[in-house]
């Protein structure tokens, strides 16, 4: 058998000051033309691994390295990040930190010519990879007006423009939307099929990615866990870990069915063997009286007296660096209600992040008007803006450190640096950070609390105890809204999901509604089960029960799942 392009052997990594080590005793090897999925909850190694291959680990984290982790023949322990960087390309969590130039033309431009390429041939990748990823229209842009998402679309780019032999991807697609996230992986198993790119992709969303990967290995308390095809990890993560299971498969183990499925194919195919498949006798009405509510709402509210926060056609432009200006939002109304739980949906560039900037008073409207029934307080998307020191706990107001920390499930991390966190784990330090003694470790809740894609690198089980924490805070009053590319936690969360588009408000209505009704912005039990409307694996498997009752002569009600 060939050589290994990725061979990691008895790894084991401590960082600097930490208790325990990161990776234990860590035994993989990646052939060429491989798509390696990497699982686990959030802290479980994944990140440290991908920054071990790429030659960050111990070369510029430090900390204490044994074992080896060899990379196209190059010995990391000898070769530093530098090196490894002529085989293989990698982008992490946090894209911000991974620009460096002024235009995103200049950000592809710099690794091209780093590797020595012509002005013709550099011209030639540049534009061949942007229109691969949708961001032809940005290549003028200056990096400072991309959105999250678009930004994390460049930083891509920018790995991707030198076609590299190896691709490490921490959570590349935690700030795109559905459209984007499964064209990328559909990019990623097409570069893998067709130019025989190696790719080890880390991913909280396996959804997502379940059906391109060859191999799923899983990471459980920095130790391997499970090295499986992607039908064994699904039975192993249903015994072993359900956290990490897919929706749809939740759903399967729920209703008692095997095997379990992949994705939604693997599912509705399993569903009409057994003769348990949609039909248009399972489409419902939708609840709230329908495709009309949205419009009644809007009639109501105006009526009604002030919400906790008010947007009266609210204008935002931007200079995006080409002379012709950028319309953010275009005259967007919304009102939500104190105890209100809004999930934010659209695709990258809707407007989502700046609705949350003018509702916390960081960016006025050029036109329109702003009313909120007290403090608003938000969450940005990357939770480094909010570190000024070299502890979890120095980040928050003694009176409340202790009880923030415990809250958020960090109190093991008291006296971590905040850097050295996992991107989830950082994502719940700046939570904490923003509401500590404010509906987080004690006090009364602000009026409104707002959030930006908080389920970066979150794991599943972690975003159950999001969920549950944001709608304790708004059952104390507060109005939460929540802006996210993430189906599933807006099913868990939301009692209303607002789908912008172009920075007008496409839909509007309440979220079983809205996450069950289109193609994209649709759970994986909604594309399932579809016509029916059922969002959440518990309540997709009392649909499945209900169709078995006829067959089978009887009613076996499945368990009743958390966030259901």
């Not at 039908?231 to 399967?252: D, K, Y």
């Not at 009309?292 to 109501?300: E, S």
């Not at 970066?456 to 059952?475: F, P, V």
């Amino acid at each position: 058998m060939p050589e290994p392009l990725l061979r990691v052997a008895g790894l084991t990594y401590r960082y600097p000051g930490a208790d325990a080590p990161a990776l234990a005793d860590v035994d993989l090897e990646v052939h060429r033309s491989e798509l390696v999925l990497l699982a686990g909850s959030s802290g479980s190694g994944k990140s440290t691994l991908l920054r071990a291959a790429a030659g960050l680990v111990p070369h510029f984290h430090g900390g204490h390295l044994a074992g080896r982790v060899v990379v196209g023949g190059l010995d990391t322990r000898s070769s530093g990040p530098a090196e490894v960087a002529s085989v293989a390309a990698t982008v992490f969590q946090d894209p911000e930190s991974q620009v460096v130039m002024s235009t995103v033309r200049a950000e592809l431009l710099l690794p091209l010519e780093s590797a020595g390429r012509s002005p013709k041939a550099a011209a030639r990748a540049i534009e061949e990879t942007a229109l691969s990823l949708g961001i032809a229209a940005l290549l003028d842009r200056p990096v400072e007006t991309l959105s999250g998402g678009e930004l994390q679309r460049v930083a891509l780019a920018s790995a991707l423009v030198t076609q590299p032999r190896l691709l490490l991807l921490d959570e590349p697609t935690s700030q795109l939307d559905p459209v984007a996230g499964d064209e990328l992986i559909w990019q990623l198993r097409r570069m893998n099929e067709e130019w025989g790119t190696t790719v080890v992709l880390a991913e909280q969303r396996l959804e997502r990615c379940l059906g391109a990967a060859d191999r799923v290995v899983a990471l459980a308390g920095g130790r391997l866990a499970c090295d499986a095809d992607p039908a064994g990890f699904v039975e192993w993560a249903a015994a072993a870990a359900p956290e990490l299971a897919p929706p749809a498969s939740r759903m399967f183990a729920l209703a008692g069915l095997r095997p379990l499925p992949v994705g939604v194919k693997d599912a509705r195919s399993q569903l009409d063997s057994a003769g348990l498949g949609s039909s248009e006798e399972d489409e419902e009405a939708p609840p709230d009286g329908g495709r009309d509510a949205p419009r009644r709402r809007l009639r109501r509210s105006r009526r009604s007296p002030p919400g906790a926060l008010e947007l009266d056609r609210v204008w935002v432009e931007y200079d995006d660096g080409t002379g012709g200006g950028l319309a953010a939002l275009r005259g967007l109304s919304l009102k939500v209600e104190a105890g209100e739980s809004l999930a934010l949906l659209g695709r990258n560039g809707a407007g989502k992040s700046t609705l949350l900037r003018v509702a916390a008073g960081l960016r006025a409207p050029d036109r329109g008007a702003v009313r909120a029934a007290g403090e608003v307080c938000l969450v940005v998307q990357d939770p480094a803006a909010f570190f000024l020191h070299d502890s979890a706990r120095g980040e928050l107001p003694p009176a409340f450190a202790d009880a923030a920390l415990e809250d958020v499930g960090l109190a093991p991390k008291a006296e971590s640096n905040p850097r050295d966190l996992s991107g989830g784990e950082r994502q719940r330090l700046a939570l904490a950070i923003v509401l500590a003694g404010r509906g987080i470790g004690g006090g009364s809740p602000p009026a409104v609390i707002a959030l930006d894609e908080p389920t970066r690198g979150i794991d599943g089980g972690q975003k159950l105890a999001l969920a549950e924490r944001l709608r304790k805070l708004a059952s104390a009053g507060a109005a939460v809204i929540v802006a996210t590319h993430d189906v599933e936690f807006a099913a868990q969360l939301a009692d209303r999901c607002v789908l912008l588009g172009e920075g007008r408000i496409v839909a509007d209505g309440p979220a079983r509604e809205v996450l069950s009704g289109g193609r994209y912005f649709a759970t994986e039990v909604a594309r399932v089960l579809a016509p029916a409307f059922a969002v959440l694996p518990a309540e997709g498997a009392r649909l499945i029960a209900a169709r078995r009752s006829p067959i089978e002569g009887k009613a076996a009600a499945p368990p009743v799942e958390a966030g259901s």
